[in-house]
């Protein structure tokens, strides 16, 4: 029997998670609220509150579980990438800790982890497979050859997909993080009211900027003719801008897909719990004749599971770091 403790601390939650034999027993994620009227997430905040809080997020996972600390027998960690206080906060608990208990310590890609997520649940895909990761910080389309064999086939030149929904929502006046309420503006909206433009980036690289300019345009001008358009049109500003980000990412997937040859297709990140991404990517599944993996909801978002599950087949390849580690802000998903 193996019992992993997974932490995970790259931005602004911190979560402990356990895993018993590849088998999520419980994943506390304490979001942290403070960053909400700054409009994103300020990193000496974040870091100070990982600091507050993790000692009691391991402490409720652990008893979640209904396990005893001295049962388990390794702890994963976030290396990287993320914000370095963030990353800090986490990988010197991991230290101490297994330190402390004597036992292997594991580091763990926060890319990867969201990506390995899809083997915490049944059914899982199959190797080779292609995921779409997208979050507040990337966007990539990876070829993952096996659990820790990954290859990044695109990604984003500026913007990340997350950032590109965070952003719209502050210029739509709504708090941060706003890619949930622009998903839930836009159930009652109009997808094809208001025309943003599409960028022409070549290959399989994404990029937001564009957007994120048209919109801002597009709004100055509106409010200017009439100050309350933004209220007054939210739903259909939501729906339209959403349909767009969306079918951005779609559109490279599928030419990811035709290119490779590939029709084992996951979703990962943040943005995948984007009802619509989910929604649209179903049908084109059936369209396209793939195989689709989208996560559950409480793995899409940063979590401790997904770093849990990572550091559990870490585990049973005896693959575990010495106490020099470091955090790595800008770790690579795979090779490029
Ligand atoms: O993976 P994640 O929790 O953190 C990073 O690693 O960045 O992703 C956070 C991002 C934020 O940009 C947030 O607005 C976005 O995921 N997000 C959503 C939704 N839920 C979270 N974006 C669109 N629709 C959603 N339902
Ligand atoms: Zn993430």
């Given at each position: 029997m193996?019992?992993?403790?997974?932490i995970?601390?790259?931005?602004?939650?911190?979560?402990?998670?356990?895993?018993?034999?590849?088998?999520?027993?419980?994943?506390?994620?304490?979001?942290q609220?403070?960053?909400?009227?700054?409009?994103?997430?300020?990193?000496?905040?974040?870091?100070?509150?990982?600091?507050?809080?993790?000692?009691?997020?391991?402490?409720?996972?652990?008893?979640?579980?209904?396990?005893?600390?001295?049962?388990?027998?390794?702890?994963?960690?976030?290396?990287g990438?993320g914000?370095?206080?963030?990353?800090?906060?986490?990988?010197?608990?991991?230290?101490?800790?297994?330190?402390?208990?004597?036992?292997?310590?594991?580091?763990?890609?926060?890319?990867?982890?969201?990506i390995?997520?899809?083997?915490?649940?049944?059914?899982?895909?199959s190797?080779?497979?292609?995921?779409?990761?997208?979050?507040?910080?990337?966007?990539?389309?990876v070829?993952?050859?096996?659990?820790?064999?990954?290859?990044?086939?695109?990604?984003?030149?500026?913007?990340?997909?997350?950032?590109?929904?965070?952003?719209?929502?502050?210029?739509?006046?709504?708090?941060?993080?706003?890619?949930?309420l622009?998903?839930?503006?836009?159930?009652?909206?109009?997808?094809?009211?208001?025309?943003?433009?599409?960028?022409?980036?070549?290959?399989?690289?994404?990029?937001f900027?564009?957007?994120?300019?048209?919109?801002?345009?597009?709004?100055?001008?509106?409010?200017?003719e009439?100050?309350?358009?933004?209220?007054?049109?939210?739903?259909?500003?939501?729906?339209?801008i959403?349909?767009?980000?969306?079918?951005?990412?779609?559109?490279?997937?599928?030419?990811?897909?035709?290119?490779?040859?590939?029709?084992?297709?996951?979703?990962?990140?943040?943005?995948?719990a984007?009802?619509?991404?989910?929604?649209?990517?179903?049908?084109?599944?059936?369209?396209?004749?793939?195989?689709?993996?989208?996560?559950?909801?409480?793995?899409?978002?940063?979590?401790?599971?997904?770093?849990?599950i990572?550091?559990?087949?870490?585990?049973?390849?005896?693959?575990?770091?010495?106490?020099?580690?470091?955090?790595?802000?800008?770790?690579a998903?795979?090779?490029?």
């Open positions: 193996a019992i992993i403790l997974g995970e601390s790259s931005c602004d939650d911190t979560s402990a998670s356990i895993c018993i034999d590849g088998n999520i027993a419980s994943n506390i994620v304490a979001t609220k403070i960053h909400a009227k700054f409009g994103g997430v300020i990193p000496e905040l974040a870091s100070r509150a990982h600091q507050q809080n993790i000692i009691p997020t391991v402490d409720e996972a652990i008893k979640v579980a209904k396990i005893h600390k001295n049962d388990i027998d390794a702890v994963a960690f976030t290396r990438p914000l370095l206080g963030s990353l800090l906060v986490g990988n010197s608990f991991a230290k101490g800790f297994a330190l402390a208990q004597n036992i292997p310590l594991i580091e763990v890609n926060h890319m990867q982890a969201h390995l997520a899809h083997f915490i649940d049944n059914p899982k895909p190797f080779p497979f292609l995921c779409l990761t997208v979050s507040g910080g990337h966007t990539q389309i070829l993952v050859k096996d659990h820790f064999e990954m290859k990044l086939l695109g990604n984003t030149i500026d913007d990340a997909a997350g950032e590109a929904f965070d952003k719209a929502a502050k210029m739509l006046n709504l708090p941060y993080p706003g890619g949930p622009i998903d839930q503006y836009a159930q009652k909206g109009n997808t094809n009211k208001f025309a943003f433009p599409e960028p022409q980036i070549a290959g399989l690289d994404f990029s900027s564009g957007l994120k300019t048209a919109i801002l345009y597009f709004l100055q001008k509106k409010t200017k009439n100050p309350h358009f933004i209220e007054e049109n939210l739903n259909d500003l939501c729906a339209s959403q349909s767009k980000i969306v079918k951005i990412l779609l559109n490279k997937l599928v030419l990811a897909a035709h290119q490779t040859g590939i029709s084992e297709i996951a979703i990962a990140g943040g943005v995948s984007n009802s619509s991404l989910r929604r649209d990517l179903e049908f084109l599944g059936i369209k396209e004749k793939w195989n689709i993996f989208i996560p559950k909801f409480e793995y899409c978002t940063d979590n401790a599971a997904m770093i849990a990572a550091g559990f087949q870490k585990y049973i390849r005896h693959d575990f770091c010495d106490h020099s580690v470091s955090p790595d802000p800008r770790m998903v795979g090779l490029t």
